[in-house]
């Protein structure tokens, strides 16, 4: 073959190869995820990964239908609230979920290096040192906009795995303050450790629960709301409440 055939043989399955994409590839995207097919090829790719490596089984997918409501209807806010066992927990309660999940996510453990990534999948950074009023702002303002808002009420991961620790007091304002639906979310059999490579790189037969939706008003206290959460999650588990926080230690290990 000579030289000129060659670079034809490549350009013409280059060409191929683009077509492909923007005839079935684009399209599967979009419907599948919605018209931002960069978010959608990272979710794509995030959903294929979690269930080859960490062979996610999820239960409970008609209270998840039930929160996320109909998609041709108008949807509501949704507030998901769950424990957290390390850093692959976003990405396994995301794989059943039609709508994007908001991630409320500690600042300190977001790596600068990755900052396009944590805009494109619209992450909500979090000061957990202290009290941070513009995250919480922003999250009840997606709330109220009928987004999805995920969090991690323990501040952390919670260590020994089988217990459920005292939960920060911005899930209650969120709970209480926005009429969102509130949807508690255990997660299990994720790998046993604090790194976040080895969470992400498993392997691991993980499991997602999806619990009952539930309500609440601004007559319900925050803290009252908190502890209800608390006490559903813990009862559906059948773990502890151990009333000690959980150390937010902050580093790059979790």
Known sequence: MSTGELLLLITGSALGVITLWRAVALRLLRRLYGSDTS??????????????AHRVSVEGRSHLQQAEGCPDGNEEGVLIVANHTGAIDPFLIQVPG??????????DMMLPLLDDLWELVRVVPVNRTKPDASSLRRAMRLLRDGEVVGLFPEGRITRPPGTIRPFQEGVGLLATRCGATVLPVLVSGTPDTDSTPGSMLGPSRSHVRFLAPMQFDKRTSPQEAAEEIRRVMAEAAGWALCDTPMPLDLGWSE
């Open 39 to 52: 978010l959608g090829f990272v979710r794509l790719c995030s959903d294929i990964w979690c269930r080859l």
């Open 98 to 107: 039609r709508r994007l999940i908001h991630w409320m996510m500690a600042s």
